[in-house]
């Protein structure tokens, strides 16, 4: 289900051609509104319908086994943290609508800066540990695991 | 030639290539390196790339110590059970003992990790896996690396790995171009941690046409993680251990949450169960310690993927397909009938839209279900990339050389599909080696091995030359003819990948074959693969594009011939359902339990192979 571009929404803005994985949505240089250049290489990823802020772009599934007559559409909102689909058959029985949370927090909220933390000690720099551990492995105060602790060796041979 | 030359100097840490290994090493890095300069190259925008750009429903590689499921060599020993002996024991403990943290950091920064309302604990789709609602899974672990990382360049299509002219076989950066500008992109680095994909699209897909996108692997995973990297030099391992999927037919979708949470089957065209009766000759292939039917039906293990796959591959070839999912009993309750069609809006829209073009309801119709064509990669359930270094706890001699995740060049880390003998580090895997090769790349930099470091003006202005020549060849080949795409001197990317595909599919094993091959096809197959070598020398593109899909062409060929010659050099039948060496059918435990290590010479592309030790995990119990 390659995607296209509705020629009477599209307003040439871009955010298509900004956010596509396979670089195959382009502005047309004569129309100057998006287009899909490469129908073999897109993946029905959604990333462009999506990010369309006109609801432009569709997609139709792929011509070599995909029938017409069928619709998915998806609205995204990052402010209310959700994503609201439809779906509607080819025969017009079924027509769906199924809607998820994208995030549990106000976008970009929850990310430390990494450069504001307190530097590692030496002690910390030699060990296995990364960022946050050892506490966010079992969110209690256990250590990393090691072959050691867990009673482990490496050993050579055919084991089951 | 009009396009720019822009230098990046000074880098401490590049992270070429940010899906969720890339992402996890700019992320880390900033807390080992507060006064690094951390810089990020992405072939698309770090927003969506890499195989999550489109979100996923579950987290396959969890756990669960906190909540007394899971310990480290748990995950281990289903690793090995899966991909019959073949991991590296070491890094997939490594992976499994800190992966956990990446996960419930993921859940403070606003990933939705759904909870079973009864234990509170996170809710388990299977053993490993728990559900989430992903569908901005890789916007939000971008944040992250966005918050740490100096400077973010998108749109970059890294092509080479540059070299350090003071020191042999050391990294000191990176090249590519811009694929909106074509500008040149030259990045001078004290390290590189390769985050670039897997590959898709080197064996011809089942579909045709329009819908040649329509691949399980992501199509813009174009094996640059292998192409970067083996053409530094990197020794590669276990590349012959390609993955084929049972998916839903057409569409790909996943099947995980359908069998483990929704408990649906498979059942062949005559109604039957029919995996089992394929068991005893399997058995016979494997050998017990491999496929033991009734000790597993005791033990409680999983069956290989691999053996499952021989059996639908078997049953269908007998005749008895197509193989269903049953799905209709599980659909007619409406909660698992929502969570069936979330799965897919989750991370394979694709599927959902078949199903509704085709009007498939499976509360009302068994889908039917299908063995893609193979893929090369190493974060899902196989473990194909380069040779690294293991934790310097953990790791035997032979697995360690002083970095973790470090490559056989120096200063070249890898994570995600790039680290071979990792599978099932799926997500949050890739995420992790990411942070741990982020660590060893801060302490490789403070322990001064990246000194002295040159870079010749020539060798950048050499590769400048390389990488625009297909646009090169492009004009002064294309007044020659009319109008068209026939030219007698050159191909395009299309007509390379193309090409690239049936001989893998022919030679290597592919889907049209049924997965089989033998020595003899196989050095037709390398043959062939060395004249398309110099026909690619040939190729042409129009624009900036065609010159980013030419690249990636070039990428995908490297990484196809290491599988050629990686199955050549393994001769057995490890993982049939994968795929057959015909002309030795069965696993040869005495030869072969071992991992296979590719050399290719930088100078002369020739290839080197060897055997390295394969090691397990033994606990207290087992001795």
Same mark, same amino acid.
């Given at each position: 289900?390659?995607?296209?571009?509705?020629?009477?929404?599209?307003?040439?803005?871009?955010?298509?051609v900004?956010?596509c994985?396979?670089?195959?949505m382009h502005?047309?240089?004569?129309?100057?509104?998006?287009?899909?250049?490469?129908?073999?290489?897109?993946?029905?990823?959604?990333?462009c319908?999506?990010?369309?802020?006109?609801?432009?772009?569709?997609?139709?599934?792929?011509?070599?086994?995909?029938?017409?007559?069928?619709?998915?559409?998806?609205?995204?909102d990052e402010?209310?943290?959700?994503?609201?689909?439809?779906?509607?058959f080819?025969n017009?029985?079924k027509?769906?609508?199924?809607?998820?949370?994208?995030?549990?927090?106000?976008?970009?909220?929850?990310?430390?800066?990494?450069?504001?933390?307190a530097?590692?000690?030496?002690?910390?720099?030699?060990s296995?540990?990364?960022?946050?551990?050892?506490?966010?492995?079992?969110?209690d105060?256990?250590?990393?695991?090691?072959?050691?602790?867990?009673?482990?060796?490496?050993?050579?041979?055919?084991?089951? | 030639?009009?396009?720019?030359?822009?230098?990046e100097?000074?880098?401490?840490?590049?992270?070429?290539?940010?899906?969720?290994?890339?992402?996890?090493?700019?992320?880390?890095?900033?807390?080992?390196?507060?006064?690094?300069?951390?810089?990020?190259?992405?072939?698309?925008?770090?927003d969506?790339?890499?195989?999550?750009?489109?979100?996923?429903?579950?987290?396959?590689c969890?756990?669960?110590?906190?909540?007394?499921e899971?310990?480290?060599?748990?995950?281990?020993r289903?690793?090995r059970m899966?991909?019959?002996?073949?991991?590296?024991?070491?890094?997939?403990?490594?992976?499994?003992?800190?992966?956990?943290?990446?996960?419930?950091?993921?859940?403070?920064?606003?990933?939705?990790?759904?909870?079973?309302?009864?234990?509170?604990?996170?809710?388990?789709e299977?053993?490993?896996?728990?559900?989430?609602?992903?569908?901005?899974?890789?916007?939000?672990?971008?944040?992250?690396?966005?918050?740490?990382?100096?400077?973010?360049?998108?749109?970059?299509c890294?092509?080479?790995m540059?070299?350090?002219?003071?020191?042999?076989?050391?990294?000191?950066?990176?090249?590519?171009?811009?694929?909106r500008?074509?500008?040149?992109?030259?990045?001078?680095?004290?390290?590189?941690?390769?985050?670039?994909?897997?590959?898709?699209?080197?064996?011809?897909?089942?579909?045709?046409?329009?819908?040649?996108?329509?691949?399980?692997?992501?199509?813009?995973?174009s094996g640059?993680?292998?192409?970067?990297?083996?053409?530094?030099?990197?020794?590669?391992?276990?590349?012959?251990n390609?993955?084929?999927?049972?998916?839903?037919?057409?569409?790909?979708?996943?099947?995980?949450?359908?069998?483990?949470?929704?408990?649906?089957?498979?059942?062949?065209?005559?109604?039957?169960?029919?995996?089992?009766?394929? @068991?005893?000759?399997?058995?016979? +292939?494997?050998?017990? /310690?491999? =496929?033991?039917?009734? $000790?597993?039906?005791?033990?409680?293990? *999983?069956?290989?993927?691999?053996l499952?796959?021989?059996?639908?591959?078997?049953?269908?070839?007998?005749?008895?397909?197509?193989?269903?999912?049953?799905?209709?009993?599980?659909?007619?309750?409406?909660?698992?009938?929502e969570?069936?069609?979330?799965?897919f809006?989750?991370?394979?829209v694709?599927?959902?839209?078949?199903?509704?073009?085709?009007?498939?309801?499976?509360?009302?119709?068994?889908?039917?279900?299908?063995?893609s064509?193979?893929?090369?990669?190493?974060?899902?359930?196989?473990?194909?990339?380069?040779?690294?270094?293991?934790?310097e706890?953990v790791?035997?001699?032979?697995? @360690?050389?002083?970095?973790?995740? +470090?490559?056989?060049? /120096?200063? =070249?880390?890898?994570? $995600?599909?790039?680290?071979?003998?990792? *599978?099932?580090?799926?997500?949050?895997?890739?995420?992790?080696?990411?942070?741990l090769?982020?660590?060893?790349?801060?302490?490789?930099?403070?322990?001064g091995?990246?000194?002295?470091i040159n870079?010749?003006?020539?060798?950048?202005?050499?590769?400048?030359?390389?990488?625009?020549?297909?646009?090169?060849?492009?004009?002064?080949?294309?007044?020659?003819i009319?109008?068209?795409?026939?030219?007698?001197?050159?191909?395009?990317?299309?007509?390379?990948?193309?090409?690239?595909?049936?001989m893998?599919?022919?030679?290597?094993g592919?889907f049209?074959?049924?997965?089989?091959?033998?020595?003899?096809?196989?050095?037709i197959?390398?043959?062939?693969?060395a004249?398309?070598?110099?026909?690619?020398?040939?190729?042409?593109?129009e624009?900036?594009?065609?010159?980013l899909?030419?690249?990636?062409?070039?990428?995908?060929?490297?990484?196809?011939?290491?599988v050629?010659?990686?199955?050549?050099?393994?001769?057995?039948?490890r993982?049939?359902?994968?795929?057959?060496?015909?002309?030795?059918?069965?696993?040869?435990?005495?030869?072969?339990?071992?991992?296979?290590?590719?050399?290719r010479?930088?100078?002369?592309?020739?290839?080197?192979?060897?055997?390295?030790?394969c090691?397990?995990?033994?606990?207290?119990?087992?001795?």
């Amino acid at each position: 289900m390659p995607t296209f571009v509705y020629m009477t929404r599209c307003d040439g803005c871009g955010q298509c051609v900004d956010i596509c994985p396979s670089d195959i949505m382009h502005i047309d240089k004569t129309l100057r509104r998006a287009y899909n250049l490469e129908p073999n290489m897109c993946w029905e990823c959604y990333s462009c319908v999506k990010a369309c802020p006109h609801h432009a772009i569709d997609v139709r599934g792929y011509a070599d086994f995909a029938p017409l007559g069928h619709s998915v559409r998806v609205v995204r909102d990052e402010e209310k943290g959700t994503i609201a689909w439809r779906i509607k058959f080819r025969n017009g029985k079924k027509d769906m609508e199924l809607l998820a949370p994208i995030t549990t927090k106000p976008w970009g909220t929850g990310i430390p800066q990494l450069s504001d933390e307190a530097a590692p000690g030496s002690e910390m720099r030699d060990s296995e540990l990364l960022f946050n551990e050892p506490k966010y492995v079992r969110m209690d105060d256990g250590g990393l695991h090691t072959l050691e602790s867990n009673g482990l060796t490496l050993k050579e041979g055919v084991y089951y | 030639m009009a396009y720019k030359t822009i230098i990046e100097n000074d880098i401490d840490i590049l992270v070429a290539g940010a899906g969720l290994g890339g992402t996890g090493a700019a992320f880390e890095a900033r807390y080992w390196g507060k006064d690094k300069k951390i810089v990020i190259a992405e072939k698309a925008n770090i927003d969506r790339s890499g195989a999550v750009a489109q979100g996923l429903y579950a987290i396959n590689c969890y756990m669960g110590t906190r909540f007394g499921e899971n310990n480290p060599e748990d995950h281990v020993r289903y690793a090995r059970m899966d991909l019959m002996g073949m991991v590296r024991e070491d890094l997939a403990f490594d992976m499994a003992r800190h992966v956990d943290s990446a996960v419930h950091q993921f859940e403070e920064w606003g990933l939705p990790i759904m909870r079973n309302t009864k234990t509170g604990s996170y809710l388990r789709e299977g053993r490993w896996q728990i559900m989430i609602h992903g569908e901005s899974y890789k916007p939000i672990v971008a944040e992250a690396a966005k918050k740490s990382a100096d400077k973010v360049f998108n749109r970059i299509c890294v092509t080479h790995m540059l070299m350090d002219d003071a020191k042999e076989n050391r990294v000191a950066g990176a090249v590519g171009f811009n694929v909106r500008t074509g500008n040149y992109h030259v990045f001078k680095a004290k390290t590189v941690i390769c985050g670039a994909g897997g590959a898709s699209n080197i064996f011809k897909p089942r579909s045709v046409g329009e819908g040649a996108g329509r691949v399980w692997y992501a199509p813009w995973s174009s094996g640059s993680a292998y192409g970067l990297m083996i053409e530094a030099g990197a020794k590669m391992t276990q590349m012959e251990n390609r993955i084929v999927l049972a998916r839903f037919k057409d569409g790909y979708g996943p099947v995980g949450a359908y069998f483990l949470h929704l408990k649906t089957y498979t059942q062949n065209g005559l109604g039957e169960e029919y995996e089992s009766k394929w @068991f005893p000759a399997l058995t016979e +292939m494997v050998g017990k /310690e491999y =496929l033991d039917t009734e $000790g597993q039906h005791l033990s409680h293990k *999983p069956i290989p993927t691999c053996l499952r796959n021989h059996a639908f591959i078997s049953e269908v070839n007998a005749g008895r397909g197509p193989i269903h999912m049953v799905t209709m009993e599980a659909f007619q309750d409406p909660h698992l009938e929502e969570i069936g069609w979330h799965n897919f809006l989750g991370m394979t829209v694709g599927q959902a839209v078949l199903w509704a073009a085709t009007d498939v309801d499976p509360k009302y119709e068994n889908p039917e279900l299908t063995t893609s064509e193979p893929y090369v990669m190493g974060s899902h359930a196989t473990g194909c990339g380069a040779w690294c270094s293991g934790p310097e706890d953990v790791s035997p001699d032979e697995y @360690f050389w002083g970095y973790n995740r +470090m490559t056989t060049v /120096e200063g =070249l880390f890898g994570a $995600g599909d790039a680290v071979g003998g990792t *599978p099932h580090a799926f997500s949050s895997g890739s995420f992790t080696e990411g942070r741990l090769a982020a660590k060893a790349a801060c302490k490789y930099i403070d322990d001064g091995k990246a000194d002295g470091i040159n870079v010749s003006d020539k060798q950048i202005a050499d590769l400048k030359e390389k990488i625009y020549k297909p646009l090169e060849t492009y004009t002064v080949g294309r007044n020659e003819i009319v109008a068209g795409s026939v030219n007698p001197n050159y191909i395009n990317p299309r007509q390379g990948l193309d090409r690239l595909q049936k001989m893998m599919d022919e030679y290597c094993g592919g889907f049209g074959v049924n997965y089989m091959t033998n020595e003899k096809l196989l050095q037709i197959g390398l043959k062939k693969m060395a004249i398309f070598g110099e026909d690619l020398e040939k190729i042409a593109a129009e624009d900036i594009h065609e010159l980013l899909r030419a690249w990636e062409l070039k990428h995908r060929f490297l990484t196809s011939e290491s599988v050629f010659q990686h199955t050549l050099f393994r001769k057995e039948t490890r993982w049939p359902g994968y795929y057959y060496r015909g002309d030795a059918m069965k696993l040869d435990d005495e030869n072969w339990h071992v991992l296979t290590v590719s050399h290719r010479d930088r100078n002369t592309g020739e290839y080197t192979m060897e055997k390295a030790p394969c090691y397990h995990l033994v606990g207290d119990d087992e001795e």
